[in-house]
């Protein structure tokens, strides 16, 4: 039995799209419509129905510019389709893994690839085979070239030759034995930075003093703290080699820092020159140790939850956390502000405390996810939003649905007349019927699939508020940071006032609960109407010319917070 007639019998009918890829600049491939026409050739042959076409047009066969087949492989998720037909098998993908990756993805939503030309059937025993075979060669390939390179580089360590990138700051790279030599000029910094760390001096007082004399990193760059601390803790300047120090990368090619395991560190002695002595070296350790512990214990640890949300009004860049000591009393005072204004002083906008802004902005959440009421009404509002923007794609949207309920109808009526007496006229009518749900129903989930026309019913918003509820009840810091990073879209801080915009779903691109908040009142000023409550972010966020009168004297706000959860942020 081949995949066609598997599929059918298992879901009676089978989808297909086709996927043709067409290089203008070689001549003897065949034109689009050639390939076009072999694929619908084959589908009306096996009785596939056809409900989409992807088309790429490069200009050129070897660059990989394939947007409508990344679509055709997003799309397959979506389980509209079970087949994809392809010309040939080449035009499908470039390269061998290439390949194998986007048939696993492919198979992994039930869908099959089947090369109209080649015949290759997906469920064959060879086909099978093949793939197996290509599947071990590419991760043979791949895992290979990693250990030849990593053995190289091993083999240079232990004899001490140098492994590639720039020699540490005291050192050069002989080009014929690739060991390293001292540079006699580099060295005496290096030694100048020891002798002055180890004689108690900060990193801010060394940094002075190599600026004092005009002194640069190998990069030609000036010192900083983290150059300096690398140059602290190297273990070559007592001539020690050190190789494979690193953690590896993750699956997904990510390093995350840290440290490999002792035993798989390679350190070798004796292959590099020795800048600083053991003892200094010692000694400028214990001192980065003390420092560190000293350090942590001096400057509580903030977490600023809305960072990367908060945006400044008046010039639109990003608000950053700050914390300081201020006032007659030196407390600490921790708040987000204008990034602008911190680093170029070139922004007007006032700072806004953190528990402040963060409080409003999760007991507004609050208050909007256990009002019962407010749901329809948010559904109702968001719907004419969508009718506004886009009339005749919505009224597409709904005159298909009611196609899909009445073909259903339909066919549930045939049914029942095709159990009674058999026809071959009541076959090919069910079968027609078939088809054109099938179509509708295709053409109705791209739409939906459209951004600014995704549905969302009042029970997608219950199930979304339901999950922010959960997290308010789950009462700790990771979940206000999901809160956070899954329902408030932006944060904007002005002059006078504040606005946080919330995404209530994740299907409503567009729309944002917004609420405004007047800076200075004492009290929690929701200058929102709940009629005007949904509109576009950028709209409201760059509208500029929008402001409220307000008189400047900044009170301490005290807020009311009648959910404990809430309270989080007092406490650090
Ligand atoms: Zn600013």
Known sequence: MNIIEKIRLKKQVVRAVIYARFSSDNQREESIEAQLRA???????????????????AKSATTDNRPQFLQMIADSKEEIFDLVLVHKLDRFARNRQDSIGYRMELKRH????????????????????????????????????????HKGMKENALKGQHTGGHPPLGYDVNPQTKMLVIN???????????NLYTQGKGYGAVIDELNLRNYRTKNGKHFAHGSLSGIIRNEKYIGLYIFNKSAAKDVDGIRH?????????????????PIISKETFQLAQEIIKKRVRGDSRKIPKHIYVLSGKIICGECHGAFIGHSRYA??????????????????????????????????????????????????QLVKVYGNYQLGKNAELVKRREDLKENIIQFSKEIDNLLILASKVSSEALANKLTELEHLKIQSEAEYQR???????????????????????????????RSCKKLIELYVE???IYR?????????????VHSCYEILLNRSSGTLADTTSPNDCVGEPSEVVLRGSKRYSFTSSRKKLQIQVNNCVLQLFCTP
């Open 257 to 273: 820092g840290g440290s490999k395991d002792e035993s798989e560190i390679i350190k070798v002695e004796g292959v590099v020159p």
């Open 496 to 508: 006078d006032e504040a606005i946080v915009l919330y995404r209530l779903h994740p299907d409503m």
């Open 327 to 376: 006032g007659r009393s030196k407390s600490l005072q921790v708040a987000y502000r204008c990034s602008v204004r911190k680093n170029k002083h070139m922004c007007v906008n006032k700072e806004v405390r953190r528990e402040y802004i963060e409080k409003i902005a999760l007991r507004k959440l609050a208050e909007i996810v256990y009002d019962e009421a407010f749901i329809s």
């Open 447 to 477: 739409l939906c699939n459209n951004n600014n026309l995704k549905e969302v019913t009042e029970d997608m918003i219950k199930d979304s508020f339901k999950i922010v509820k959960q997290l308010f009840e789950a009462s700790d810091l």
């Open 39 to 57: 694929i619908k050739d084959y589908a009306n042959k096996n009785n596939l129905i056809v409900v989409n076409e992807y088309i790429d047009k």
């Open 490 to 492: 932006k944060v904007v």
């Open 184 to 194: 006699p000029k580099e060295a005496e910094v290096v030694k100048l930075i020891f």
């Open 110 to 149: 039930g869908v099959s690839l089947i090369s109209v030309l080649e015949y290759l059937d997906d469920e064959s025993p060879e086909s099978l085979i093949l793939e197996s075979i290509l599947e071990a060669m590419a991760e043979y390939y791949s895992k290979n070239l990693a250990r030849e390179v």
